[in-house]
């Protein structure tokens, strides 16, 4: 589970903000909110099921989303994939001449098999300046090793002995332990790799291949038919369909002579049959009508078949998802849907975690969203984010949360300029030309 990450000196970020999942003592007026959205790890600590993050186009919520990715790809890959002279594809904050040489920081606290595991590092485009590794239970937290630079600390951590030695000074630590088989190290690499999951809600395509996949399994292929069922898409069933593609060129290239059917070169392109009900004069259904998923059925609709597995899996396995413009091509009373998957015992018994930006602001409600599940990133007048929560601000018990949004009582709005204005320079300029 996510506790809580913090950044600093990365893309807009200049001071360090830090996003927590960690629940507030605020008791909200809808109970099912509070027995719902939370769930307790122990008797000081609950977290919370989900966050959303507002804010203006360009005030940093999609760098929020990037500063983990970043994280997750350098903590996966720094000690195999980077070479030694390198440099690490790192943006520092640039609109600053306070930090433009200064390192990015990292950190990550998180749940990973009942104890509590705070993980960071500083790193410039040259090298890893520090990192850390503390553990906690119920107990003190206690130091396993710190470096600074190339040297090494190691208070806890048997399974880094000798291995300082082999770590580049653009690799991570943590990293270079786990590839030597470290115990500790190699859980919390498995944690991120399986664990931590992020999408661009943009980009869903992409995402397909893990859908197509869950439908090998009979249970998970039910699974995400009465999802996308349940949404009301007009959809009754869904079919995956391996198809042969002949190529003629394929063929002549490695047997000569004239193509032949009885010879077929092929790759299987795999495509998705949705069917819907068809229906006679009368209103009475007749048959069934086949659909191509991508060709005939709506962006909207193929992004949610995109999502359905990872939604679905991390729901089944108790993940924690990340993703990036949820409610693009979305309907309102779709995305309030998804959200709801999660801020439910019913149908989160795992207690997975939805962490998400969006502009949808038919979502701000007292009745969706505890206010400590609301987050806001805004830039101040010198192009730095500033990443606030929404229980921060005292609100009246009948406060409606969008309208005072979109008023600009929390702030995180656009402030657009004075389009009419624009319009007549243009017809001033237009008599001239």
Not at 23 to 44: C, G
Request: charged letters at 25%.
């Amino acid at each position: 589970m996510l506790i809580g990450f913090s950044v600093g000196n990365y893309k807009s970020f200049k001071e360090t903000v830090t996003l927590s999942m960690v629940a507030s003592s605020i008791t909200e007026e809808e109970k099912e909110l509070n027995e719902n959205n939370v769930f307790p790890i122990n008797d000081k600590l609950s977290l919370l099921k989900n966050a959303a993050i507002y804010g203006a186009n360009a005030s940093g919520k999609s760098n929020l989303i990037a500063a983990i990715n970043f994280m997750k790809w350098f903590v996966l890959n720094s000690s195999k994939e980077m070479q030694v002279s390198e440099a690490i594809d790192i943006e520092a904050f640039r609109l600053s001449t306070e930090t433009e040489k200064e390192p990015s920081f990292f950190e990550i606290v998180f749940l990973l098999e009942n104890k509590t595991f705070r993980y960071g590092f500083e790193v410039n485009a040259r090298e890893v300046v520090s990192e850390w590794l503390f553990q906690a239970d119920e107990s003190e937290e206690k130091m396993l090793f710190e470096r600074d630079f190339d040297n090494y600390i190691l208070d806890d951590f048997p399974e880094g002995q000798g291995i300082s030695d082999k770590t580049r000074s653009n690799a991570l630590f943590l990293s270079v332990v786990a590839q030597f088989n470290g115990k500790i190290s190699g859980k919390i690499l498995l944690w991120f790799s399986k664990t931590l999951q992020l999408i661009s809600g943009l980009q869903d395509t992409q995402y397909r291949k893990e859908t197509l996949e869950s439908f090998e399994n009979a249970g998970h292929r039910h699974d995400i038919i009465e999802f996308i069922k349940k949404l009301d898409l007009g959809i009754l069933d869904i079919d995956r369909v391996n198809t042969p593609v002949f190529s003629i060129s394929d063929y002549t290239a490695k047997y000569g002579g004239s193509y032949s059917s009885l010879y077929p070169i092929s790759e299987i392109k795999t495509t998705v049959q949705t069917s819907h009900p068809k229906y006679d004069a009368d209103g009475k259904q007749t048959s069934m009508e086949l659909f191509d998923m991508e060709k005939h059925e709506s962006e909207g609709t193929n992004k949610l078949f995109a999502l359905a597995g990872l939604l679905l899996d991390t729901l089944r396995r108790g993940k924690i998802l990340l993703i990036d413009e949820l409610d693009a091509r979305l309907h309102p009373l779709i995305t309030r849907e998804l959200i709801c998957l999660f801020n439910s015992n019913e149908t989160n018994p795992q207690n997975a975690q939805l962490i998400f930006t969006t502009h949808d602001t038919n979502l701000l409600s007292s009745k969706t969203f505890r206010k400590d599940q609301i987050w806001f990133t805004e830039k101040d007048n010198k192009g730095a984010t500033d990443l606030y929560s929404l229980v921060e601000y005292k609100l009246g018990k009948d406060a409606s949360l969008e309208s005072n949004y979109i008023i600009g009582k929390y702030g995180a709005i656009p402030f657009i300029g004075n389009f009419k204005e624009l319009i007549g320079e243009l017809h001033e300029e237009k008599k001239f030309v």
